[in-house]
């Protein structure tokens, strides 16, 4: 697509519940990265894939947090068992690979979760 | 941890001035990039300034690199009230890809 994507926009979740998270990235970007942001903060890294290697999952807070990249495309963040502290957006954002002429990050819009 | 470090974390100026915000970081890296975000959103990769450079020019943007002092400064010129909004910057490592560390912010505000 033209753009990073997105879905939902907007999550309400009960405290204790999974939710899931997907970003489709540019076509043809190889890497695609998660990072959360706190109101008023920086971003936080969370993963990160490249290719067919195996992700960087050196950011993920707790074992709560899982993310997969399928089929070198769409991937999908998933939050069990959510607290109130997970509230934040997250946020996705692709671009090429190293080598590939790497000139910066596409962002999603993000997705606005907050967990009641 | 963050590997960039914004100065100063809010900024207010009038339309017209110029507006200045500075990045220091901690390990050596490949490149480092600015990016702008409005409402809280998505980012906006903004200029890319490679370790080998000093100094890169965008439109009404300016970026300096300093590699011996681990720091670099983003000018806007001549802002405008559609310049308000958040301005980050992000270190890529030498090693470790192209995964970015964004450092916490400065808040620019433009009155108009």
């Known amino acids: 697509g033209a753009g990073v994507s997105q879905s939902p926009s907007n999550k309400v979740t009960e405290k204790g519940k999974d939710v899931e998270l997907r970003c489709d990235p540019i076509?043809?970007?190889?890497?695609l990265y998660w990072y959360r942001q706190s109101l008023g903060q920086g971003l936080e890294f969370l993963i990160y894939?490249?290719?067919?290697?195996?992700?960087?999952k050196s950011g993920l807070p707790s074992d709560r947090f899982s993310a997969e990249r399928t089929g070198g495309s769409v991937s999908t963040l998933t939050i069990q068992r959510t607290q109130q502290e997970d509230s934040a957006v997250y946020l996705c954002?692709?671009?090429?690979?190293?080598?590939?002429?790497?000139?910066?990050?596409?962002f999603g819009s993000g997705t606005r979760l907050t967990v009641v | 941890s963050q590997q960039g470090e914004e100065d100063p974390q809010a900024l207010s100026i009038q339309e017209g001035e110029n507006a200045t915000m500075n990045c220091s970081y901690k390990?050596?890296?490949?490149?480092l990039q600015w990016y702008r975000q409005n409402s809280g959103r998505g980012l906006v990769h903004l200029i890319l300034?490679?370790?080998?450079?000093r100094e890169k020019h965008s439109g009404r943007l300016r970026v300096t690199l300093d590699t011996s002092k681990k720091s670099s400064s983003l000018l806007i010129t001549a802002s405008r009230a559609a310049d308000t909004a958040s301005y980050f910057c992000?270190?890529?490592?030498?090693?470790?890809?192209?995964?970015?560390?964004f450092g916490g912010g400065t808040r620019l505000m433009v009155k108009p």
């Open positions: 390990t050596s890296i490949n490149n």
């Open positions: 992000a270190t890529a490592p030498l090693i470790a890809g192209n995964m970015l560390t």
């Open positions: 894939f490249q290719g067919n290697s195996a992700p960087d």
């Open positions: 300034i490679r370790s080998n450079e």
């Open positions: 076509s043809g970007h190889t890497a």
């Open positions: 954002a692709s671009s090429l690979g190293p080598g590939q002429g790497f000139a910066g990050y596409t």
